[in-house]
């Protein structure tokens, strides 16, 4: 068990003692005024691969049940998930697996936050769909005043579409995968983002030494 880093960043606050989580919801919003686009008619698609990180047969499978409306679940993405990519993706020794789960903390952007990222996987790959989702959880303040232009933006700076990625959260396009996700968290008793799961063990804290500690009991 490795705990030289892990123990500095307890001992010094970098933890996060995290064990509340967003819970309810909250009105929808309009998400301001949307970029001039000109797009067609999308096809509803029912399925795509599951957004991944770390080797297919690592010892430890890390899930995380998130919604893109939820502050809790900024704080995890933006705080807390790239000390566990540094320590444990990047060396191989966990498979990292995100699934929608909104529960709707905000009507609109926690679907539309969600399909967007989904359009953007479905045009790149798994490592732009996690640089997109920790984008949007960075510029979640914006969402209910910009979603729109916001989604179309961040796809833009990674060379992906705008107006089909907005166009994919007014039509839906993706809503199908993302109440699958949904689904699955609500069969498993979740009630609460962020909820993250450890080989089949749903913690009580999102906080990284939470984490970090099933992890380590693992390997």
Not at 120 to 143: G, P, S, W
Not at 190 to 198: E, K, L, Q
Request: net charge negative; charged share 20%; with cysteine.
């Amino acid at each position: 068990m490795r705990t030289s880093r892990r123990a500095l960043l307890a001992a010094t606050g970098g933890a996060l003692a995290a064990t509340a989580g967003c819970l309810g919801s909250l009105p929808g919003s309009s998400g301001g005024s949307k970029p001039s686009c000109d797009v067609g008619e999308q096809q509803t698609v029912q399925q795509l691969p599951r957004p991944a990180l770390g080797p297919d047969d690592a010892s430890v499978t890390v899930d995380a049940y998130e919604d893109f409306a939820c502050p809790h679940c900024a704080t995890y993405s933006t705080e807390v998930f790239p000390k566990i990519r540094e320590d444990y993706i990047s060396s191989g020794d966990i498979r990292y697996r995100f699934f929608d789960f909104p529960l709707p903390v905000n009507e609109q952007w926690s679907w539309g936050g969600a399909i967007a990222a989904r359009a953007v996987q479905d045009r790149t790959d798994a490592e732009t769909f996690f640089d997109y989702a920790h984008a949007i959880f960075e510029n979640q303040d914006k969402l209910t005043s910009s979603g729109y232009q916001l989604v179309h933006d961040l796809a833009e700076d990674r060379s992906v579409n705008g107006c089909q990625v907005m166009a994919a959260v007014e039509q839906d396009t993706y809503r199908p995968v993302v109440e699958a996700d949904r689904q699955r968290a609500v069969d498993k008793g979740y009630s609460s983002t962020p909820t993250v799961v450890v080989d089949g063990q749903a913690l009580d804290s999102y906080g990284y030494d939470a984490v970090s500690s099933a992890i380590d009991s693992k390997l």
